[in-house]
């Protein structure tokens, strides 16, 4: 009897092993699928996708959106198909793809949202979100202008994407915190696109509007900020307070030109990084201390610019 069992032992260890060692084989696909790859953010969030991809043992695909909700949901539904193990997206329309991600979860496919978030109501249908915390970038950029303007100012507000999670909490944010304040707010207009022509277009109306009343400008994403800069510099007014979110590459090169005041900076390697490492937990099985994880916010003036290593986006 000692020695069956001692045999059954081994049997059952030996196929413990080989199950353990298939799991470890397995392959472990994630999926980026992003708004559009013109975006500059994203095509940079896309190489650290493939960057660090291979430290987490992941096999890494992206899909474009393209500025379409219709195939953020093809895409979708089609990493259903393909057995994808887990899905990072940053949709054009939050909303439309619910279905799809509720399909995904069905599946038991890990849905995690990336630099973007669900509108509240609808966060069930995700497992988690990293990003930078939006309202937190608004209230940031209101914070320095109240500093920088201790007497008040008049500022105009140029938004991103019109309806995007990051668009609304941006402008959340500093609405929230100049309100009461002696910071006049003479306009805001958000744009189509996360793309510096319309910044212009809206630049150039604002400037027509209120011309030198203009002490300030809040620009949701440092591109954009470059469209409010030409429009500005072909008005001639160059003593206006810029001020752009993301900390790319030309938001860096606008501050150290000096047409660009402040850059309130975002890490997508770390948001990356912090996209696997949860992914990670949940393929192992563990539950979440929080379902939301926020990158670090940098921020870049004249003064501080050196203390932050050059963005490669």
């Not at 973007?116 to 939006?134: P, Q, V």
């Not at 591109?223 to 790319?248: F, H, P, Q, R, S």
């Not at 938001?251 to 402040?262: C, F, H, I, K, N």
Request: glycine fraction near 8%; hydrophobic fraction near 40%.
């Amino acid at each position: 009897m000692k020695k069956l069992f001692a045999l059954l032992l081994v049997l059952v260890l030996a196929f413990a092993c080989a199950t353990t060692a298939t799991a470890e084989g397995e392959e472990i696909k994630v999926a980026f699928i992003t708004q559009s790859l013109t975006n500059a953010s994203q095509a940079y969030a896309w190489t650290q996708f493939e960057k660090y991809a291979p430290e987490y043992g992941f096999t890494v695909q992206v899909f474009d959106e393209e500025y379409n909700a219709e195939n953020g949901d093809r895409a979708i539904r089609q990493c259903i198909a393909d057995g994808y193990d887990a899905i990072c997206i940053n949709p054009t329309d939050p909303s439309a793809i619910i279905p799809a991600l509720m399909d995904a979860q069905a599946a038991g496919v890990i849905v995690g949202l990336y630099s973007s978030d669900l509108a509240d109501a609808d966060k069930e249908f995700r497992d988690f979100m990293c990003g930078t915390d939006d309202v937190m970038c608004g209230e940031m950029a209101a914070e320095i202008l109240m500093e920088n303007f201790p007497d008040g100012c008049n500022v105009v507000e140029v938004g991103g994407q019109s309806g995007h999670s990051a668009q609304i909490k941006r402008h959340d944010g500093f609405i929230n915190t100049i309100e009461g304040t002696n910071i006049t707010l003479l306009d805001s207009k958000d744009c189509a696109e996360w793309a510096s022509d319309d910044a212009l277009a809206i630049m150039e109306d604002f400037i027509v509007k209120y011309g030198d009343d203009i002490q300030a400008v809040y620009c949701h994403w440092d591109v954009g900020a470059t469209g409010c800069i030409e429009a500005l510099k072909n008005a001639g007014m160059e003593d206006v307070y810029v001020i752009g979110v993301d900390g790319c590459s030309v938001g860096y090169d606008q501050v150290r030109e000096g047409t660009q005041a402040l850059c309130i900076g975002q890490s997508f390697s770390q948001m990356t990084q912090d996209a696997f490492d949860t992914i990670t937990k949940l393929l192992n099985g563990e539950e979440l201390e929080n379902d939301v994880i926020w990158t670090n916010l940098d921020v870049v003036t004249a003064e501080t610019i050196d203390d932050y290593p050059y963005p490669e986006w």
